[in-house]
């Protein structure tokens, strides 16, 4: 009895060990590799084309939805479902689209000109569509022919190309959609190399190969999983031990780290991001609510805010906050854009010239305002950067770290001075800048408002010229950012991709999203 | 012991109540719109107003809350706002997996603190002693992110013994879920561990220089005896006591545990929920959080009556 005790005792540490040592015994080595492991940064939010709005979705949708048309690495829109590129008529209000013929649903039934109009009529009708405001332009989705639909436009809208080279481009199976209603998204099924397995909700995406697809030489591998892991240095973990083969988002200040290392391929892309300081003028009662005057100088003498965009250095900020990986800029258009401008100097830092602006603006003694910046390490130091930069032209900047969900409500409500604040991109220069500065924009949460600004961009709706549209762009550029300056733009983010040299066949497309047709193991 | 379970049960319920209104306010104070969040930077205002109505958010909020309140009594805590899914159906993927994480955590750090804490309370004021209390101060001390990544970074990075992050179910693969678990496992009982071990060392000190412990020994019986027969069952009560209010520590440690080795668990889960503003899914999972923790330490109460059948009769507790 006494012993028993003891001896139990030591079983169960006998046993402990022996598990223990079972359980160290090295992973499994490399077999032959028919799956790809991509690590993402966020979990997407629902898998329905129609509904979804997360940015990290896209790279999913890449392998199991297409789409009508498709991005090059030089952002040149090409046909993907569709056969060719859309005939515009009638002045640019019909859009006449020839489908690809031959092409399968991942269920088997085929894709056609129908499926196309039930899609897009569900973009825009289903209850909390995502893609409704992309697509108000279509006044009717029309069959011609089996394999040809045709668009008509309320007014002639250029950028229709590039919305329909994006979610709302993408067709989804009818049978499916119409047996799973708005839970869609729980299994979809549209046209891709790969098709939708299964999804373990802030773990997991599986992706299986289709047998459906028209190009199956393109899928080289027979499994993907995009495995979400949000903390950065955790993803790049995974990467060094091999848990995971590819790492989207790397950050920065791991990419010099980790191209010594040697093992590792990268690839960095200037992205269609801007990052900027968004300067409140008129916004006090909430976005789209009558302009208000705000009485600081920040919000109503130009000059201030030119005195706060002279005493940037750019490429220093770049350098500090990002390593020099990133790309500096001053404008909405990334220079990965055909539209981007591409005689445009940004401003030089001109400490003089700015202490002399804020003095004839009355305020040779310096100028105090708050700037909310998100509350994460990079973009803290991103703030303390500019913090100390404008200071020596004497603006006396006080930093209001914030969560980004209450920096949204705020700068909506009005309540902010200025923040700094990024935006995606859109490959369409409309979609980076149309709704943040035209009087009553969706997204225009500064309170500015100028006609002759508004006049150029809606005008660069119209036409469908793009030489024609460059000009216009260039046009309201330098009125917003020379003389308007609501949004004092920063940097362009790169993206960075990680992934072992045995991967072959990798491009980077300037919309940052992975995409893993051709890719495959050496 | 039935007036007793009673008494317990209805204090509970009154606590889990008084949580939830905590929490469904709470959660609606942050600022911050889910369905801008969900958005992220590209919104249009239609859409977003959709959604809003969609999960009945510009409700007032006691009204939004009483339809929550009688929904959740009947099993259904409504459908997350970013995947859509139903939150009784995810809380439950991943329940079982910060369970099997916590349990799992519980037995290394009962398997090292107990051992520990007893041997250092026998050879008291020793070298082991010192050493045994040096080792439970650093494993309070070290944060667990830090412990986690450096085990990552030796074990996986490193070594190639051990998978970096993930999880598999035990069901499919066994052998892969106890490797992916010992290491956040591990980490998450250290700390506990260390606690553990300084409050069993304590207990036990005290437990043995108390009378009876000297009459057992002064009877002539073996030092084996005595300890684990008559000092460790009255040494175990603060222990298990301890045990019970660790397991919100263990349940908050999972939260960073589960971010460094990339387990979807329930701390993920909730984290994400609450950066995401996904409302009906932090209640749910806060709900289901604040029952577990009621629960335990229902059973807390219960199993120290069992232990010691003073404490459920009552007017006896002088006796000894």
């Given at each position: ?522 | ?111 090292i603190?107990?051992p520990a804490g007893i041997f250092s309370a026998i050879r008291r004021n020793t070298v082991w002693d010192l050493l045994a209390n040096a080792v439970s ?60 071990m300084?409050?069993t060392r304590?207990?036990m000190i ?115």
């Amino acid at each position: 009895m006494r012993k028993t005790v003891l001896m139990r005792g030591g079983y169960i540490l006998l046993t402990l060990f022996a598990v223990l040592a079972f359980l160290i015994v090295p992973a499994d080595a490399q077999s032959p590799k028919k799956t790809l492991v991509v690590a993402l940064n966020q979990d997407p939010d629902i898998l329905d084309p129609s509904l979804s709005r997360t940015y990290v979705g896209r790279i999913i949708y890449e392998h199991m939805c297409e789409k009508l048309y498709e991005l090059d690495e030089n952002l040149k829109i090409f046909p993907q479902l569709a056969a060719e590129l859309p005939a515009f008529s009638d002045g640019g209000k019909t859009v006449t689209i020839k489908l690809r013929s031959g092409v399968k649903f991942n269920d088997g039934t085929p894709m056609n000109a129908e499926a196309v109009r039930y899609s897009l009529d569900r973009h825009i009708n289903i209850k909390g569509s995502a893609r409704r405001s992309e697509l108000e332009s279509v006044s009717a989705i029309e069959v011609v022919d089996p394999m040809m639909v045709r668009l008509r436009l309320k007014a002639p809208f250029s950028p229709i190309l590039a919305t329909l080279a994006d979610r709302a481009g993408m067709p989804v199976s009818p049978t499916q959609a119409k047996k799973m209603d708005d839970k869609f998204g729980t299994a979809p099924i549209c046209v891709g190399p790969w098709k939708f397995v299964e999804r373990v909700p802030q773990d997991r995406i599986v992706l299986e190969k289709s047998e459906h697809y028209f190009d199956a030489g393109q899928a080289r591998f027979d499994r993907i999983v995009f495995r979400i892991i949000a903390d950065d240095n955790v993803r790049l973990a995974n990467l060094r031990s091999g848990d995971i083969d590819m790492m989207h988002l790397v950050a920065p200040t791991d990419a010099a780290s980790l191209k010594k290392e040697g093992r590792f391929d990268l690839s960095s892309v200037t992205g269609l991001h801007y990052n900027s300081i968004t300067i409140n003028l008129h916004n006090k009662n909430g976005k789209n609510t009558p302009p208000v005057d705000l009485g600081t100088p920040l919000a109503n003498d130009p000059r201030v805010r030119e005195a706060l965009d002279l005493s940037i250095d750019r490429e220093a900020l770049n350098q500090v906050a990002w390593e020099g990986q990133y790309t500096p800029g001053c404008t909405p258009i990334s220079p990965v854009s055909p539209f981007y401008d591409k005689g445009r100097k940004c401003p030089i830092r001109d400490v003089a010239k700015a202490k002399k602006l804020l003095a004839d603006a009355g305020l040779a003694g310096g100028y105090a305002f708050e700037l909310t910046v998100t509350n994460d390490p990079q973009q803290r130091r991103v703030g303390e950067i500019i913090q100390g930069m404008a200071q020596e032209a004497g603006f006396r900047i006080t930093l209001r770290p914030t969560e980004f969900a209450s920096m949204l409500k705020d700068d909506d409500s009005g309540r902010l001075q200025a923040l700094v604040v990024g935006w995606s991109g859109r490959v369409d220069p409309d979609g980076n800048i149309h709704q943040f500065h035209t009087c009553g924009g969706s997204l225009n949460t500064t309170g500015a408002c100028d006609k002759p600004i508004d006049d150029l961009l809606n005008k660069a709706r119209e036409v469908s010229d793009q030489g024609q549209r460059i000009t216009l762009y260039k046009e309201a550029t330098d009125k917003m950012v020379l003389q308007r300056r609501n949004l004092l733009y920063l940097y362009h983010q790169n993206y960075i991709v990680a992934y072992p040299k045995n991967l072959k066949g990798y491009k980077a497309v300037p919309d940052g999203l992975i995409r893993l047709k051709g890719v495959s193991w050496n | 012991m039935l007036d007793f379970l009673a008494r317990r049960i209805a204090i509970s319920t009154v606590t889990f109540l008084l949580i939830t209104l905590i929490v469904f306010t709470g959660v609606r104070m942050i600022p911050g719109d889910p369905a801008r969040v969900l958005a992220g930077t590209d919104a249009d205002e239609a859409g977003l107003q959709e959604i809003r109505v969609k999960y009945g958010l510009t409700d007032p909020i006691p009204v939004q809350y009483l339809r929550w309140l009688t929904l959740a009594l009947q099993g259904d805590l409504g459908e997350s706002i970013r995947t859509r899914e139903p939150v009784v159906k995810t809380v439950a993927m991943k329940l079982p997996i910060t369970m099997q994480l916590a349990a799992f955590a519980l037995v290394i750090a009962i398997g090292i603190a107990i051992p520990a804490g007893i041997f250092s309370a026998i050879r008291r004021n020793t070298v082991w002693d010192l050493l045994a209390n040096a080792v439970s101060l650093c494993g309070v001390s070290i944060p667990s992110f830090w412990l986690g990544i450096m085990l990552i970074l030796f074990l996986s990075v490193r070594l190639h013994v051990l998978p970096a992050s993930g999880f598999v179910s035990f069901l499919d693969d066994p052998l892969g879920n106890l490797q992916r678990m010992i290491m956040p496992a591990f980490v998450l009982g250290a700390a506990l561990a260390a606690v553990l071990m300084r409050q069993t060392r304590n207990s036990m000190i005290e437990v043995l220089s108390a009378n009876y412990i000297r009459t057992a020994y002064s009877k002539g019986l073996a030092e084996r005896v005595v300890v684990f027969r008559h000092a460790l069952r009255n040494g175990l009560i603060p222990i298990v006591t301890i045990l019970g209010l660790q397991m919100g520590t263990l349940m908050g440690g999972a939260v960073v545990t589960e971010q460094i080795f990339v387990v979807p668990g329930f701390g993920r889960l909730i984290v994400e929920a609450v950066f995401t503003r996904d409302y009906p899914l932090v209640q749910g999972v806060v709900l289901i959080t604040a029952s577990a923790y009621v629960l335990i330490n229902l059973l807390v109460d219960v199993s120290y009556s069992l232990m010691n059948p003073r404490i459920r009769v009552k007017g006896s507790a002088d006796e000894s």
